[in-house]
């Protein structure tokens, strides 16, 4: 009899594995659904595993140099700056991720989030709660149309909310300097750089994946250059924006107000989390919500079961759709052929 896989899935907030556990078990796997908030909760479950899964617990180097037979680390999302890659990379151990499961979801969110900022809703449905039926309780509101909402990061979201806020009248411009410029053309947006991005926008829509490049996108220098009336939605990356000099801009009124779907310190990823750490929770200007862009009922099962079917494909021997370092492990593959072959 044959031995079966070892799945070791990090953490999940879904309540439970079933879906994990159809897909995985008919590939003959077996798994493990842990709760682990630091790489010291993997370590001894990873050590003998052929997969892991994971959606908030970090995958780290501590971690990957302790597995002896792993071949895949799935996320079960687009980011992947929880897993260290080129660890995984240097052990030969391919990593997934889920990509295109929930455009339409974060896009409406980010649009959802900056409506409710610019009709200051939040502060409309206070005072009524409170008795107060005044329009002025809201005030200031401003026109939409007009103004110019510019995008960081012009991927398939970024042009889902691009596509969305056009029909409210806004100038789209976007800062991504990744893209061909005859992409931004079909979408019918301007290309532009950093600083006319910072200077120009009303609404700031950052869609931005956590690299070392992109932490601390927007700090101090930034809010400062921005007109006093902007608005930020970050449905992106919570270490994209320094919290710290946010909570200085908002506090002191450099800017207008925020909408954050993640906080920089991520709290699904802490073992104990208290809103009083960040100070921006104590503010009336700002929306959090909790790293919840991406949800739906039909999003959720997406996510699950094409994280489920990558370690399926990979366990089996068949090609996963949304391998990260596939390239990279192929050309680690080659250089290691070529030398055998001189040797």
Known sequence: MSRRFKVVITDYDYGDIAIEEEILNAAGADV??????????????????????????????KVISAMTQCKVIARYGVGV????????????????????????????????????????????????????????????????????????????????????????????????????????QQHQVKLVNKATLITQSDIFMMQVPMTTDTRHFLSEAEFKAMKRRALIINTGRGPTIDNQALYRALHEGWITGAALDDPEEEPAKRAQWNPADNPIFSLPNVIVTPHSAYYSEESIRAARQLAATEVASVLTGKTPRFPVNGEALALRSKGANDHAEAV
């Open 81 to 184: 700056d929880i897993v260290d890659v080129d660890a995984a990379t240097n052990r030969n151990i391919l990593v997934t991720n889920v990509r295109d499961y929930c455009t339409e979801e974060v896009a409406d969110h980010a649009i959802s989030m900056w409506l409710a900022l610019a009709r200051n809703l939040f502060a409309y449905n206070t005072a009524t709660h409170q008795g107060v039926w005044q329009w002025q309780s809201g005030a200031p509101v401003y026109r939409l149309r007009g103004q110019t909402m510019g995008i960081v990061s012009f991927g398939r979201i970024g042009q889902a909310i691009a596509e969305r806020a056009r029909a409210f009248g806004v100038n789209v411009i976007v800062y991504d300097p990744y893209i061909d410029p005859a992409l931004a």
């Open 32 to 61: 493990i659904g842990l709760q682990a908030k630091s790489e010291d909760d993997l370590v001894e479950a990873a050590r003998n595993c052929d997969a892991i899964m994971s959606q908030y617990a970090r995958v780290g180097a």
